[in-house]
């Protein structure tokens, strides 16, 4: 059930080609996860492909609730266990199978080639210890440093993401920072020992647009230095826009929509992102109400047949309620192949050629 | 003896909650207000050895009926105001005039019965809904303290139409918080919110963990509640186009003090103050083609610390304007001499020496 592993990966960042002989340093292949909970089994996560290259940005969109934390906490092997479970797929990172691996040496990869910046800032810092132990303690583990010198590198760090009066805060309680800074305080942590791999659940949310940038900026420089892969998971197109190479849309725990950054806002092949994109707020656009895709979001219980979307799309047919889309390779009105697209609709053609 | 104190205070909260307010008439009359958080040293005997100025003397008023946005930097100190508007945080200084009435320093059963009025969804969904209470008893909480709102025969239902209403499945009334994803977790805090209809709604970030498309739901559902009840909103968040959508006026602060007030309007397309002009040019725009011809005011500097903000304007450490008279003339939130007496959607209350009429390329109709 639910194997749809029609690959199309979108492997087009910018300037690079999808044949490179480089391996992607991560590659999730249908990966399923579901909660086992008292009600029920629900499906949060039901087959979801793509993969991240060394200095690549992938972002993922999405209906909120569609998976896409969960999906990445399966990746990190965090996964709240029960009742989460990983019931099927591949997480191979640099080569390796990470579901195949003892959960000691997961742990070992998860503290120093990969890390996670959480979406909940606060309730992820413990409260009864200063930020600066929580920051030190990266180094006093992983590397051994000692506690004074643990110290400076925590000073260091938050200067880095810009903590005003870091040698003095360094001494502060989570509770006494506000929302962003708690985040930027996240960032720090995840950037600590330089992984290979970051992913970052809304890192932005929380923060006001010239910090958003700021942050952004230093995500994408660090990024850069150190030729890290990126996951960002984000629920802004703006910013998205400013830093990815590839998007991949969620809906109801899977994929539904892969394509170049510039690509996906010009001509989306999936209702479900046609109807995202138009629910942008704009700054000259006052008076009108929102434009909202009508309907609710699935009940991972008991999600649709066929395409989880139909009950809501507005372009629905009869085959739509019966038959799940695979992940189409999306092209040219005449044919030609357009790299890294894939729209997981049955009638992707009408959508973006209209 | 307090008891009959405490009966009194009650009672005449309670007739201050009574009095109706004309639409556009102020609700919330906020005068002077602070709150300084103390820093100590020492693990053993604790020594003040200063204090954070989260809010350092912040005046203006909310009018019935309307939506009163509030924008700024991260740490500016938006939340600290909403708390301490909510009685969350006691107040340092200063005053909260709810009908005319002083209530910042209300407390126990009078300030039981303001809430019954006065509500707030926060920003942080994670920390603020108890993870040991299924969503109906979170959403049917007001319904406990304020039981004249719904009797009890009546609140399964009020809670799955609350649920419905903000976009949730009626369905999951039995679950705990952590079976939710961060939106849907968002979306429990704004129920609980409408819960009790009140008057007045402070709204910490409300929609910031939210897909564009369930935002736009929740942005149409808020605006059409206002209409209905006639609530009056204090919209905090950062996302300007959002702020522009559903204020009707907006206010910028920086390291706890407002420095721009004023109609979405003269905010967005006639802001004075250098650092709302530079929010305003931050602004992502999503269609990567929209977004060329824009000049973006990169700021300089890092923010300073509300520890021990800059003398004078606390904006000149970072302002591309900054001159002499800045550090040592504290310029006040009033409508700037240049404007003063003309007709012109400049004149508005603005804290800076140098106000001056700026077109940010790109804010207003995104025609470069
Ligand atoms: N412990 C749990 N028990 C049952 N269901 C769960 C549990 N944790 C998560 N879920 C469900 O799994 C789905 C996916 O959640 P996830 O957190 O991945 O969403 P998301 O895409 O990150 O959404 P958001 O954008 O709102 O953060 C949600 O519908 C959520 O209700
Ligand atoms: N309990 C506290 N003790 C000490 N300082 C505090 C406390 N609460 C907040 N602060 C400080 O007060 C300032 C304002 O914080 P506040 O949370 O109000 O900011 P904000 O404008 O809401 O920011 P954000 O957009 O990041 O949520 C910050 O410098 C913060 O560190
Ligand atoms: S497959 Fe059908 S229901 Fe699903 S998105 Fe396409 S048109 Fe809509
Ligand atoms: S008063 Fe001076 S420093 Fe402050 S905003 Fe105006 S020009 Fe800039
Ligand atoms: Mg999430
Ligand atoms: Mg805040």
Known sequence: ???????????????????????????????????????????????????????????????????????????????????????????????????????????????????????????????????????????????????????????????????????????????????????????????????????????????????????????????????????????????????????????AGRIVETAPVHELYKRPAHPYTRGLLDSIPRLDQKGQELYAIKGLPPNLLRIPSGCAFNPRCPMAQEICRTEIPPLHAVTEADGAPIQGRGSACHFWKETIHG | MAEAQEAAEVAAIEAVMEQKVERGEPILQVRNLEKHFPLTQGILIKKQIGAVKAVDGVSFDLHQGETLGIVGESGCGKSTLAKVLMNLETATAGEVLYKGEDISKVSGRALKAIRRNIQMVFQDPYTSLNPRMTVGDIIGEPFEIHPEVAPKGDRRREVQDLLDVVGLNPEYINRYPHQFSGGQRQRIGIARGLALKPEIIICDEPVSALDVSVQAQVINLLEKLQDEFNLSYMFIAHDLSIVRHISDRVGVMYLGKMVEIGSDEEIYEHPTHPYTQALLSAVPVPDPEGREGRERIILGGDIPSPANPPSGCRFRTRCFKAQEKCAVEEPLLAIPQVFRGQDTPAAHESACHFAEDVDIVGATNGEA
Request: cysteine-free; glycine content about 10%; aromatic content about 4%.
């Open chain 1, 1 to 251: 059930m639910g194997i749809h592993a029609t690959e199309v990966t979108a492997d087009a960042g910018r300037g690079r080609t999808a044949d490179s002989e480089d391996a992607p340093l991560l590659q999730v292949k249908n990966l399923q996860v579901e909660f086992r909970t008292r009600d029920g089994v629900a499906k949060a996560v039901n087959g979801v492909n793509y993969s991240v290259r060394a200095g690549e940005t992938l972002a993922i969109l999405g209906e909120s609730g569609s998976g896409k934390s969960v999906s990445s906490q399966a990746v990190m092997g965090i996964l709240d266990s029960p009742p989460g479970f990983v019931t099927g797929g591949e997480i191979v990172f640099k080569g390796e199978d990470l579901l195949k691996l003892s959960s000691e040496k997961r742990r070992k990869i998860r503290g120093t080639q990969m890390a996670m910046i959480f979406q909940d800032a606060l309730s992820s810092l413990n409260p009864v210890h200063t930020v600066g132990t929580q920051l030190g303690e990266m180094f006093r583990v992983h590397r051994g440093t000692s506690k004074s010198e643990a110290k400076k590198k925590a000073v260091e760090l938050m200067e880095r993401v810009g903590i005003p009066a870091a040698k003095e805060r360094v001494n502060q309680y989570p509770h006494q920072f506000s929302g962003g800074m708690r985040q930027r305080i996240m960032i720090a942590m995840a950037l600590a020992l330089e992984p290979d791999l970051i992913i970052a659940d809304e890192p932005t949310t929380a923060l006001d647009v010239t910090v958003q940038a700021q942050v952004m900026e230093l995500l994408a420089d660090l990024q850069a230095e150190y030729n890290m892969g990126l996951i960002l998971i984000t629920h802004d197109l703006g910013v998205v826009a400013d830093v990815a190479d590839k998007i991949a849309v969620m809906y």
